[in-house]
């Protein structure tokens, strides 16, 4: 039972309380670049999530295999593999996914949350709980998009889930806002409306996160960076510690 | 010849900037752009790691994979690669140059997991340049991620100063600061091709 309840917190804490976008603040660079319309939100929300739990699951089979010194490199070749492995299968099942995600598909290798999770969860835990964290993480992280790419393809391009036939099949293919869909607010799907936008969710997130007793959401900088214990940056460097980076 | 290159490394510097635009290393970014003075070794060792990389991924790419028929192991081998070379050029800096350690050398580890110096390496692949159009890219999309480093490490020491509403206090200004930042650079789209039309 007590394990059973530990597994529930490890699948929700991912979600909301520490959601890896919104209030660990990592994998900022695909939440800001995929977000431009809810399908390729949602695609790239998966395909993280895919490799996330799998590399989750390997790292901690083999926690007591892959030696201290050389963990990192380990680490990034299991999570290479599977960022390979869903590379292949968006490519020949959903062809039009490729297109969108472009160079930001192979990019979930160098994604902070998965090496992140692997250094500071599945390098420590048991195989089912870290496949539960990796599990909830994703779900944080592809939630995190959604309202991202909900709000910029609303506002931008005066659509609701375009084109989400092509990724889950069904009839259903999105709809049209009325008005918004004639005058769209194109900087919305554009970069500085990719900016704007992250900035208004967190500022929301920090206010919702206030009413609740919660600390706003800081950039960690070295804390939550996975180099952190090979880096020498902090030490030598006022420039990577946290007091620094709290913005 | 020439008149193409130049071309490349101004798209790569304003119209393509690497973090404005398309969004590639936004932690670094947001983590070491509040002073000026970490904001520049910062974007050095960028500029070198990004400009190596491509200089040694280019022929691995080209004579051994491409020529194999192993396309797909492209990214668990650049990421390897990169990886081993900031370790080396980490440890060689540290024994040969420390003066020059000490500057850059300090920045090199956070490099590795950087996703503008896979992603350059990916977008040179994905554009089909040959290896001079390579290297412009990488040293243009260095160069491009200090002008915005530099930038906004001016827009943050003017943010200090500065009355914010108490909820948009923290990463929320931040981001909308760099949001008017990267849209002062969407201007610059249509110039560098007209100069070149």
Redesign the interface.
């Known amino acids: 039972m007590a394990e059973k309840k530990s597994l529930g917190k490890e699948l929700t804490k991912g979600i909301i309380l520490e959601n890896p976008v919104l209030r660990l603040?990592l994998g900022?660079?695909p939440t800001?670049?995929t977000t431009t319309s809810v399908t390729s939100a949602l695609g790239m929300g998966v395909s993280a999530s895919i490799v996330l739990i799998c590399s989750n699951i390997v790292i901690s089979a083999l926690r007591k295999v892959i030696p201290q010194k050389v963990r990192i490199?380990a680490y990034?070749?299991i999570i290479?593999?599977f960022?390979?492995i869903v590379?292949?299968l968006v490519k020949a099942f959903v062809p039009v996914l490729d297109e969108q995600l472009?160079?930001y598909l192979?990019?979930i290798?160098?994604n902070?949350i998965i090496?992140g999770r692997a250094e500071a969860f599945a390098s420590k835990n048991g195989v089912l709980s870290s496949a539960v964290d990796g599990l909830g993480m994703g779900i944080g992280f592809t939630a995190a998009l959604f309202v991202m790419g909900t709000v910029r393809e609303i506002l931008g391009a005066g659509t609701f889930m375009a084109g989400i036939k092509d990724l889950i099949g069904g009839t259903f293919n999105g709809f049209d806002i009325p008005f918004l869909n004639e005058n769209p607010m194109l900087?919305f799907v554009?970069?500085?409306?990719?900016?704007?936008v992250?900035?208004?969710v967190?500022?929301v997130a920090?206010?919702l996160a206030e009413s609740k007793g919660q600390p706003?959401?800081?950039?960690h900088?070295c804390e939550n960076?996975?180099?952190a214990k090979?880096?020498?940056?902090k030490d030598?460097?006022e420039?990577?510690n946290t007091k620094?980076?709290?913005? | 010849m020439a008149k193409e290159l130049v071309f490349i490394f101004l798209t790569m510097i304003f119209a393509q900037n690497f973090i404005l635009q398309k969004f590639l290393g936004i932690c670094p970014f947001l983590g070491v752009s509040k002073k000026l003075n970490t904001a520049v070794g910062m974007s050095l060792a960028v500029i070198f790691v990004m400009a190596l990389s491509t200089a040694v991924t280019y022929p691995i790419n080209k004579y051994l994979l491409v020529k194999n028929d192993l396309e797909y192991l492209q990214t668990i081998v650049f990421i390897l690669v990169i990886a081993a070379l900031v370790q080396m050029v980490e440890i060689i800096l540290k024994k040969y140059i420390p003066s020059l350690y000490n500057s850059l050398g300090i920045y090199l580890p956070l490099i590795t997991t950087n996703c503008a110096v896979l992603g350059v390496v990916t977008l040179n692949i994905d554009n089909g340049y040959n290896f001079m159009q390579s290297l412009i890219c990488a040293v243009g999309g260095g160069v491009g991620f200090m002008v915005a480093m530099v930038m906004f490490a001016g827009v943050r020491s003017r943010l200090e100063s500065c009355d914010i509403p108490k909820f948009l206090k923290g990463l929320p200004i931040t981001l909308i600061a760099a949001s008017l930042v990267s849209l002062s650079f969407l201007g610059f789209a249509g110039v560098v091709d007209n100069i070149f039309a």
């Open positions: 603040v900022t660079c800001l670049a490199p990034i070749v290479a593999s960022v390979t590379q292949m472009g160079v192979p990019l290798v160098v902070c090496l900087i554009l970069a500085p409306g990719g900016f704007f992250f900035g208004m967190m500022a920090n206010k706003k959401a800081v950039l900088g960076c996975p180099m090979t880096c020498s940056i030598t460097h420039g990577c620094e980076a709290e913005a």
